[in-house]
């Protein structure tokens, strides 16, 4: 049995939510990574995004790796993007019209090129779903 001043250590750690196992660690450090190498792919590959996949990649860090996550965050080009997104939720206005134009590109090659109607209503509405969710972000 844990000693008490050990079990109250574990007790608080399991409330505020910094305890987690080595699997569980290894398991989001892992999908960080693979997250990173999609985001850096797509700084060469025409609408392949590259900012949301190293988002999604610092939160997953932030559960695994805090120094890959800080990493990512003082990166010179995407690091205060995708700071500013994960710590306050919020985006630039020029980052909002960039992403919206982005999805908005991509839609419209995904829905030219698609020839089940169904389908192309359903990228529509997924299109502006994420649209509107980009355009309610708080702005910097």
Same mark, same amino acid.
């Given at each position: 049995? =844990?000693?008490? +001043? +050990? +079990?109250?250590? !574990?007790? *608080?750690?399991?409330?505020?939510? @910094? *305890?987690?196992?080595?699997?569980?660690?290894?398991?989001?450090?892992?999908?960080? &990574?693979?997250?990173?190498?999609?985001? =850096?792919?797509?700084? #060469?590959?025409? &609408?392949?995004?590259? !900012?949301? %996949?190293?988002? &999604?990649? =610092?939160?997953? #860090?932030?559960?695994?790796?805090?120094?890959? +996550?800080?990493?990512? #965050?003082?990166?010179?080009?995407?690091?205060?993007?995708?700071?500013? %997104?994960? !710590?306050?939720?919020?985006? @630039?206005?020029?980052?909002?019209? /960039? *992403?919206?134009?982005?999805?908005?590109?991509?839609?419209?090659?995904?829905?030219?090129? !698609?020839?089940?109607?169904?389908?192309?209503? =359903?990228?529509?509405?997924? #299109?502006?779903?994420?649209?509107? /969710?980009?355009? @309610?972000?708080?702005?910097?």
């Amino acid at each position: 049995m =844990a000693a008490p +001043q +050990q +079990q109250d250590r !574990t007790d *608080a750690a399991v409330a505020d939510g @910094t *305890a987690i196992g080595v699997w569980p660690r290894r398991m989001w450090r892992w999908v960080g &990574l693979l997250l990173l190498g999609l985001g =850096a792919v797509g700084i #060469f590959l025409p &609408l392949l995004p590259t !900012t949301i %996949f190293w988002i &999604l990649a =610092a939160i997953c #860090f932030g559960r695994g790796d805090p120094r890959l +996550q800080a990493w990512i #965050f003082s990166h010179h080009r995407f690091g205060p993007p995708v700071r500013d %997104f994960v !710590t306050r939720g919020s985006m @630039t206005r020029r980052g909002k019209l /960039y *992403a919206v134009s982005g999805l908005g590109v991509g839609c419209i090659v995904a829905v030219a090129v !698609t020839p089940i109607p169904e389908v192309r209503v =359903a990228m529509l509405a997924i #299109f502006i779903s994420v649209a509107v /969710y980009i355009i @309610t972000r708080p702005e910097l």
